[in-house]
């Protein structure tokens, strides 16, 4: 039962830490991807395959539009993923190091007599009420 509550705990963790990564690497992939898509349109489309290898130039050359489109979603994408398994990673060794921590204990110390008075001032109270009063008559 400790185990898996620490287990719980370490899950909760890369949960909550990799979400946020994988939200703010998420935005921050968007931005690039616009930057990515400026650049992109500023260039002409005579850069295609074709240079690189002669043998593709039938290949027809993406349009900025279409490179800005895809830039969209998968930078964001793939840097959120990327951060939310760093994370995962990293609190996954970091659980693997921590030592478990100790159950709590009961480390009060009880005192006989000290209880033994109590008890006796409890019963000498609870005896004093059950007796009727002169006003009460």
């Not at 800005?68 to 990673?89: D, N, Y």
């Not at 006796?120 to 059950?130: G, S």
Request: glycine residues 6%; charged residues 20%; contains cysteine.
């Amino acid at each position: 039962m400790g185990c898996y509550a620490a287990d719980m705990s370490t899950r909760k963790r890369i949960l909550v830490h990799g979400t946020m990564a994988a939200a703010a690497l998420a935005l921050i992939g968007y931005m690039y991807a616009q930057l990515a898509g400026v650049w992109a349109a500023s260039q002409t489309t005579h850069r295609t395959s074709a240079v690189l290898n002669p043998a593709t130039s039938d290949i027809p050359a993406a349009s900025p539009e279409e490179i800005a489109g895809m830039l969209m979603w998968r930078v964001p994408l793939t840097m959120a993923a990327m951060g939310f398994a760093i994370v995962a990673m990293g609190e996954g060794l970091l659980g693997a190091w921590r030592k478990p921590t100790a159950t709590p204990t009961d480390t009060r110390t009880h005192d006989e007599k000290a209880e033994a008075l109590i008890q006796q001032l409890l019963k000498d109270v609870e005896a004093t009420k059950e007796q009727p009063t002169l006003a009460a008559r």
